[in-house]
């Protein structure tokens, strides 16, 4: 099991830019794939993004597309999305996750969660 802790959330305007970052906890780290995702209010938690353990492999949903990019830091065992040309419609909370080895698009693939962050876009 590992602990999971985003930050970087705020309130930002339409177009502008914001970075999220997911530090965990543990010597394992290395080891886990990691997924961002998001729910808005009286939405489904959606898919954002993946990364696979080693950072050679991600995926991301197409309404994010060529505006976010995830990586991952294992030396500071963090997972960051930059989020560039905001949306109003990217306004939500933005969860971390974590599973072994490799990403996936389904949320019950992931075992640990964070707490959220929220990100607000306002025109």
């Known amino acids: 099991q590992v602990q999971l802790v985003e930050s970087g959330g705020g309130l930002v305007q339409a177009g502008d830019s914001l970075r999220l970052s997911c530090t965990a906890s543990?010597?394992?780290?290395?080891?886990?794939?990691m997924g961002w995702f998001r729910q808005a209010p009286g939405k489904e938690r959606e898919f954002v993004a993946t990364?696979?353990?080693?950072?050679?492999?991600?995926d991301y949903a197409d309404s994010v597309s060529g505006r976010f990019t995830i990586s991952r830091e294992s030396t500071k065992n963090t997972v960051y999305l930059q989020m560039n040309n905001l949306k109003l419609e990217d306004t939500a909370v933005y969860y971390c996750?974590?599973?072994?080895?490799?990403?996936?698009?389904?949320?019950?693939?992931?075992?640990?969660w964070g707490q959220g962050t929220q990100v607000t876009v306002s025109s």
């Open positions: 996750a974590a599973r072994y080895w490799t990403g996936s698009r389904a949320a019950p693939a992931y075992d640990d």
């Open positions: 543990g010597p394992t780290f290395r080891a886990y794939a």
């Open positions: 990364i696979n353990w080693s950072g050679d492999s991600t």
